[in-house]
Structures are given as C-alpha cells and as structure tokens.
C-alpha cells in the first residue's frame, strides 16, 4: 500500500493490533470530545469503548484496521475500513486533535477508499453526524455524497412479557451453527448478492458478545438479526441490545425478527434494544414507531461517487450498521 506522508512527522499506514487498544481508545475519546465540544456541546465526554468492541472492530476490519504514528512512534490516527462481501464502509476514524488541520484526516480516508477499492468493493460508505457541517463538506471534497439517514431508536423492555422466538445461534453445536449461517448467507444472497455477513456472524460468536435470532419456515430463512450485548463503552454494565445487521424478506418477518430481538434482550434482563434505521427504509421506520421505539440519534450515510449501496427488492428489508 502506498504511504502516506501528509505531515512530515506523520507515518502510516501500519496494520493495527490488539496492543494498540488502548492507544486507539485514548485517540477516539479525545478526537470525539473535541468534536463534540467544537459543535458547542462543551460539557460531552466521549468514554472510551470496551476493548472486547475493539477486538471485534479489528478482527472484522483484517488488514483495513489502519493506525498512523508521530515522531515518537505514539499514535496520530487510525481508520478501521471494513467490508462485508462487496459492502464496504469504514469506521470509526479519528485524528488526535493536536495533528488536525494537516491534512492527516484526507489522508487517512483515501487509503481506506485505496484498500477498499483493492478489495473490489460495489459500496464504499461511512457516516457521519449530521449536524457538522465541516466534516459533511471535508467528506464531500473527497469525493462522498450524502444519502438517506440512519436514525437510532431505541425500546425499553423492562417488565416485557416476551416469547422467545425463532433460534440463537449459540445455543447450536458448531456444525449445526455453521449450517444455519450458510444457510443466512444464501437468503441474502438472493436478495443482496454483494452483502455478506458471516465473518460478523462467527466473530460475534467468537468473542461471545452478543448472537444472532434466526426466523425460518420449513427450513427457509425468512429473517435474521445479528446483535451485541456486550456494553459500548469501558467498564459500564451491558444495558442494551444493539442491532447491527437486520435481514427480513417482508413486513410481517420484520416485525416477527423485532419481538425475537426483544425477546432475546428480556431473556438476559437487559433493559433496552437499539435498532439502527436506515431511512430509505420508510415503513420499517413506521413500524418501529408504532412498536414505541423512540428516535435517539441521528447520522448522515455518505457514499463515494460512484460506490453507492446496493437496494433489495421491494418489501425487503435490510440493515446494515456502519458503526461499531
């Protein structure tokens, strides 16, 4: 990969590894408290994030996991570029804020679109917080143009009288668990022949931070939700199921993959469940409103010209979480 000096003190990229954690962390609570702070909300601190969310991130990411270091070989800033067939985004990235203004940032985006584009991605995204202004502008002068939103909503289900439903992979044997996952994997292709989610399967299981619900009729996959429990943030209890990819082959399947999710978080007595919403998706929107979910967070979908995200078919749906 070419390297990149946009400052002359500034070196990478190099791979990033696990000992590098809490480097990165320390550059990504630093980076988004100062962004934060900048956007007027002075009194925000980024915590740091878990390191089993880190380890997931890296391993997922392979050799797009990107750090860059200074003089006195501390770490500058990193880029975690990830893709998932031919769906490839990258995130989180961050620039320590005494290196920022030197062309540090643009340079660490092109090499994730560089390493990307080697991996013959059709989608290159990331997203980014709609309300700053510069940092949609900065994207936007490489070459991103925005999209539809991802609106995070959430639902409380404490005291929920929930019904388990459909079928956790960890509750499988290895062979029985690689065969439903296959089996995900061939749905989705037929729908989204560029996605694939296995390695964010396996890994989940793994590092067992979270699972996947799986709905089937007659042996035929009709919806699937992969989720983590593990908290986000350092030393915090779990507290919420998040949602990072959502397949559902109708309306009725995606109000069925909701409750299992639900279900799920009840089963292990967390309190609340996150879905991520990508907006193009109006009426899974409509139905996650109706269910009571409520709007949390809003982030704008930015896609290089030329790289868009790929539709399913009408009635489908499919999120698929560009965050960590």
């Not at 991103?144 to 956790?168: I, K, N, W």
């Not at 995900?184 to 729908?191: E, F, G, H, K, N």
Request: charged content about 25%.
């Amino acid at each position: 990969m070419k390297m990149w000096r946009p400052d002359r003190a500034v070196t990478g990229p190099f791979a990033a590894v696990e000992a590098d954690i809490p480097h990165l962390n320390r550059v990504f609570s630093d980076a988004f408290t100062d962004r934060y702070r900048r956007d007027g909300m002075v009194g925000v601190r980024v915590p740091e994030l878990n390191p089993a969310i880190w380890r997931y991130a890296l391993r997922d990411a392979g050799p797009g996991a990107m750090v860059w270091r200074d003089e006195d070989d501390a770490l500058v800033a990193f880029n975690i570029a990830h893709h998932s067939g031919g769906e490839g985004w990258m995130g989180p990235l961050a620039v320590r804020p005494d290196r920022q203004g030197l062309g540090v940032g643009g340079a660490i985006v092109r090499s994730a679109i560089e390493w990307l584009e080697g991996a013959d991605v059709g989608t290159i995204g990331l997203e980014t917080m709609p309300r700053t202004v510069d940092n949609i502008g900065f994207y936007s002068r490489i070459g991103f143009v925005p999209g539809h939103l991802t609106v995070t909503l959430s639902l409380d289900v404490v005291g929920q009288a929930a019904r388990e439903r459909g079928t956790r992979l960890h509750r499988l044997q290895a062979d029985e668990r690689a065969d439903l996952v296959r089996r995900c994997q061939d749905r989705l292709a037929t729908s989204a022949p560029d996605h694939d989610f296995t390695r964010e399967h396996e890994l989940t299981q793994e590092l067992a931070i979270g699972d996947t619900v799986v709905l089937e009729t007659g042996g035929r996959v009709r919806a699937f939700a992969l989720w983590h429990s593990a908290a986000l943030a350092e030393s915090r209890p779990a507290d919420e199921v998040r949602v990072l990819k959502l397949f559902a082959e109708s309306a009725e399947a995606f109000g069925e993959v909701l409750r299992a999710v639900e279900a799920c978080a009840v089963a292990l007595s967390i309190r609340r469940v996150t879905v991520r919403c990508q907006t193009a998706f109006a009426a899974s929107f409509r139905t996650l409103i109706a269910r009571g979910y409520q709007v949390r967070w809003t982030d704008l979908r930015m896609t290089l010209e030329g790289y868009p995200e790929v539709a399913v078919p009408e009635g489908e749906v499919l999120f698929s979480n560009w965050e960590i």
